[in-house]
């Protein structure tokens, strides 16, 4: 293992400008798959224990290329997390805590299940799915909805990059797909997790870009 005094944005800066291999890079057809951008992980001044921020103009890059995306006719995917109101489909990853601001206390039509304002969501045309675990592909249409659409390429933003962006990452890549993280769309609770996931990502599971990048193969998409 080597060990290093640089920080984890140090390192992947580092990584980031000397890519030690090829880009997966943007194939035929994209979608963008947008995990968990709600209230209670976007809103840390409603939900201080929960929220959090890393780019602040997070929320309009998201809706910029979801926007973008939509008027080329590229398929756009929205998910957020949610329980029954007593938890008993929270699972596993729902007993760790049992709090206020825990995880399964995230209820059905609450305010921290709701989407952030900020976000354009047209569920006349978007997909709109409510998930329990971390992946955005688990026990959710998203796998048959990128295939029924010719999906090769999957733009994933959101929160958190260390958990359900990652997962929502290496599943994308599990199943197939070219996956693109553009790092002004994600946000995690400590610079630390982000950094290293980041890394993590770009070196093994996507390409870690910028959002003109996602913006300019949109743009040469022909719809």
């Known amino acids: 293992m080597i ?35 709600q209230k209670a992980y976007t809103r840390p001044d409603l939900f201080p ?8 103009r997070q929320m309009e890059h998201i809706d910029g290329i979801s926007k973008a995306a939509r008027a080329k006719g590229l398929p756009v995917v929205w998910t957020h997390v949610a329980y029954m109101e007593n938890g008993a489909d ?16 995230i209820k059905y ?42 999906v090769d390429t999957v733009v994933v933003t959101g ?6 962006v990652r997962a929502t990452a290496v599943d994308s890549l599990s199943r197939g797909y070219r996956t693109i993280v553009p790092i002004e769309c994600v946000a995690d609770k400590h610079e630390s ?4 996931n980041l890394t993590d990502l770009h070196l ?18 022909p719809g």
């Not at 990584?15 to 890079?25: C, D, E, K, L």
């Not at 929160?159 to 359900?164: M, R, V, Y």
Request: proline residues 5%.
């Open 3 to 37: 060990r290093s005094d640089k920080t984890a944005r140090e390192i992947f800066e580092e990584v980031w400008a000397n890519p030690a291999r090829a880009a997966f890079g943007f194939g035929e057809k994209m979608a963008i798959v947008n995990v968990d951008p």
């Open 49 to 56: 224990k929960t929220g959090y921020i890393t780019d602040p």
């Open 90 to 105: 929270a699972g596993v990853w729902g007993t760790r805590t049992d709090t206020p601001d825990s995880l399964q206390n």
């Open 109 to 150: 039509g609450s305010e921290r299940h709701a989407f952030d304002d900020r976000l354009s969501i047209h569920q006349d045309v978007d997909a709109v799915y409510t998930k329990r675990m971390p992946s955005a592909f688990f026990e959710t249409p998203l796998q048959s909805f990128l295939v029924w659409h010719k």
């Open 159 to 164: 929160g958190s990059t260390s958990g359900c």
């Open 193 to 196: 997790y982000h950094y290293a």
């Open 204 to 221: 093994k599971y996507a390409d870690v870009v910028t959002v003109q990048e996602v913006y300019a193969a949109i743009e040469e998409y």
